[in-house]
């Protein structure tokens, strides 16, 4: 029961650190975005149109690259979890029965 209540506890601060960072590249994203908007309805292009217009296309892919990407983790995460919850519960389950033969093997000799 006891370890039931610190995986919930762990597990919210493991969710609360991931929305607080999740909020964090999301606003920065959404500054690249309004950088990005900025730079392509300006008035003084420079001297070079098409190299400055390669550049934002670039930077523009990037950025939403990189949305992408933090979406896409947090599915990885999960998958990654479950994967090592089941692994850690195999694991323990092993240990368990090894102790069980163990303790059963000692039971057997004290006799």
Same mark, same amino acid.
């Given at each position: %029961?006891?370890? $039931? @209540?610190?995986?919930? +506890?762990?597990?919210? !601060? /493991?969710?609360?650190?991931w929305?607080?960072? %999740?909020?964090? =590249? ?7 975005? +309004?950088?990005?908007q900025?730079?392509? #309805?300006?008035?003084? #292009?420079?001297?070079? @149109?098409? %190299? #400055?217009?390669?550049? =934002? ?17 947090? $599915?990885e995460?999960?998958?990654?979890? $479950?994967? #090592? %919850? +089941?692994? /850690?519960?195999?694991? !323990?389950?092993?240990?368990? !029965?090894?102790?069980?033969? +163990?303790?059963?093997?000692?039971? @057997?000799?004290?006799?």
């Amino acid at each position: %029961k006891e370890a $039931e @209540k610190i995986r919930v +506890v762990y597990k919210n !601060i /493991m969710m609360d650190e991931w929305a607080i960072y %999740k909020v964090e =590249i999301e606003n920065r994203i959404k500054t690249g975005d +309004v950088k990005i908007q900025e730079l392509k #309805f300006r008035k003084d #292009f420079p001297e070079n @149109k098409n %190299k #400055f217009n390669r550049q =934002i296309t670039r930077l523009e892919k990037r950025n939403n690259d990189l949305r992408k990407k933090m979406d896409n983790y947090h $599915e990885e995460v999960k998958a990654k979890w $479950e994967k #090592f %919850k +089941v692994s /850690m519960a195999n694991d !323990i389950d092993g240990v368990a !029965i090894e102790l069980k033969d +163990v303790t059963l093997d000692n039971k @057997k000799k004290d006799k």
